[in-house]
């Protein structure tokens, strides 16, 4: 049990320290005047579009609460609570990891307050990760499709050919589960693992919902990234969909300098204080500021909890 408790944020941490030792060999000609001019040439509406595609991807999530919430037929919980609580869910777990402050510990906490079960909640973290897993395998597949040279900005030795196939794998994947959902196939059975479909309403949704958050992440970075050498929003999602999969398969607070690499090694035709620049827009949007938010609201529902326990105790 111990081995398990620090085994991932051990994975973490070491992926952080190697990333950010390649990260240094690949920026080490950088400097941070050529960092400040790449921030200073953004456009002020690219910085305003930063903050809508911001606004749109929390959005999203907020979405995945919702569509979780109406699988388990708990209706009585307004859209402005499980919106907070979704929010700063993903701002914590975003920049904290799991594995120190788990999303369902945050979702567990705000959710029984509204009568929700430890079971419930366990349910609700499930669906919304395999709705976000079904964005990426929705994106990833069109992308590879459409636009087969992404894979191979990774991988230079590929068959021709690669990348179509995996987007099509992927495609298919995603029809298996929606066609499951729509002839109301029995629930799944993966070892210990059960995995039920959802009502084929709520899975059509999720088709929608589950996308639209990752196109709001990565259009973050598209918007503050230069007209000059940029590749167009469809490779830039698709580079989005690896780097952002590596950085959360890595365990990494935050994907800290795995993202980076990554995105470097995807966008090697662009220069790389453009490409630095613009994830520092996006880790100032997406995670930072959130995060400062979120904070804010954990210690104002701690109080008003404790606050509700003590006048509680008084009466009774």
Known sequence: MQVKKYLWPTVGLL????????LYHELRGLSLDELWDS???????HWVLCVVST???YAALAGYDRLALKHLRRDNIGWLYLTITSFTTYALSHNIGASVFSGSVVRYRA?????????EVGILVAFC???????IMILGGITFLFDPDVVERFVDMLPVGTSAVSGILLLLVVALYLGGSLLRLKPLKIGKVVIAYPRPSIALQQMIIGPM????????????LPEAGNPGFLSVL??????????????APGGLGVLELAFISGLDEMPQADVLAALLVFRLFYLIIPLIFAIFVVLFFERSQLH???HTTSTS
Do not use: Q, R
């Open 39 to 45: 921030l200073a040439a953004i456009p002020p509406l």
């Open 213 to 224: 958050e990752i196109v709001g992440a990565a259009a973050i970075i598209y918007f503050a």
């Open 129 to 135: 990760s395999f709705t976000f897993a079904l964005g």
């Open 111 to 119: 959710y029984a307050a509204k009568g929700v079960s430890a079971t």
């Open 15 to 22: 992926a952080v320290a190697f990333s950010a030792w390649l």
């Open 308 to 310: 509700t326990s003590n």
């Open 238 to 251: 698709g580079i989005f969909v690896i780097s952002f999969s590596l950085a959360l398969l890595s365990h």
């Open 55 to 57: 606004l749109f991807a």
